[in-house]
């Protein structure tokens, strides 16, 4: 059997990409140097199986995935990532699965230079854990509490993709299922848009649990309301027959795991935003409450997205 320093050493050690990194894997703490003019963004995340990911679901993808939630994270920050730490707690050890895992997590990982500085493994049901840090320059971390009426909300790529994924995977026939199904495993976190939004944005959010809640954080942490524009949405052709065979209008809105950015402007800015992909869907008002255009009818929308203990 396998030890748990062997482990770490044989699947998780890797040299570090990142100067900041003055001390990684195999030690009681990792060292990291912020550098003059920075602050710190911190934010951590957890996948247990049958509750975040089906049971026998790809080991690759499984990793690529773990990853990408936290450096979405980072991205609606405006951050740029820097390292991360892994916690992984496994029912047993599977050389196999271990290494696929550890392929898919560190493709990523190189993709935008994360060092993984550290963490620790143990014994128990598949639950995986990865905190995540990066770097913003002092005073302007995009935030969630700053949206202003008259605000135009954007939101990048397309809505309802994983969402489509998901219902794939619990049986819906889709033509043609391939994007729908990339987008649920391997989610691709916005990170060049988020540093990109740094100067322009007011509130940005990662669309993890859905639009209609993530956007309600907003709302609600702004303390404003919003009118969104149901023939605005960017929703994909797949997408589009879905809500057409199934009549489920809500699915790409209150679905989760885009992992797209939502984001508000202030109308004297969208022309800075030229060169950033994105779709205009609302606007922020003074109103109480998510609201929602649809076809010249305006109806309340519910502004919640899941949560563990309701």
């Known amino acids: 059997m396998i030890s748990e320093f062997c482990l770490i050493d044989r699947f998780f050690k890797r040299s570090n990409l990142n100067n900041a990194v003055t001390l990684g894997i195999g030690d009681d703490c990792a060292l990291l140097a912020t550098p003059q003019g920075y602050e710190l963004a911190i934010t951590t995340d957890t996948m247990v199986e049958n ?83 990066g770097l913003v320059p002092n005073g302007q971390a995009l935030k969630r509490s700053v ?58 959010i990662d669309i993890s649990d859905g639009l209609t809640g993530d956007l309600g954080h907003i709302l609600y942490q702004s303390g404003v309301g919003a009118c969104l524009d149901w023939e605005a949405m960017p929703f994909s052709e797949e997408v589009k027959s879905y809500i057409g065979a199934t009549g489920d209008w809500m699915m790409p809105l209150t679905t989760g795991d885009d992992y797209e950015l939502c984001f508000t402007v202030s109308p004297d800015k969208t022309g800075k935003l030229e060169n950033i992909p994105h779709t205009k ?14 076809s010249g009818q305006i109806q309340l929308l519910q502004d919640k997205s899941f949560e563990h203990f309701s």
Request: charged share 20%; net charge negative; aromatic share 8%.
């Open 51 to 133: 509750i975040h990911f089906f049971a026998g679901c790809e080991p690759y993808d499984l990793g690529h995935k773990l990853l990408a939630v936290n450096l979405s994270d980072l991205a609606s920050m405006g951050a740029k990532p820097l390292a991360v730490t892994l916690a992984l707690t496994l029912p047993k050890v599977d050389e196999g699965w271990l290494t696929l895992f550890a392929d898919g997590f560190f493709a990523l990982a190189e993709r935008f230079s994360v060092d993984l500085i550290g963490g620790d493994t143990t014994s128990g049901p598949l639950t995986l854990t990865v905190q995540a840090f």
């Open 147 to 204: 949206a202003l009426p008259g605000d135009i909300i954007c939101v990048t790529g397309l809505l309802g993709e994983a969402g489509l994924g998901l219902k794939i995977k619990q049986g819906y026939d889709c033509k043609q299922p391939e994007n729908a199904l990339k987008r649920f495993n391997r989610p691709d976190p916005q990170i060049e848009i988020g540093q990109a939004l740094i100067g322009i944005a007011n509130a940005c």
């Open 281 to 294: 869907i609302g606007v922020i008002d003074n109103h109480a409450g998510l609201r929602l255009n649809k």
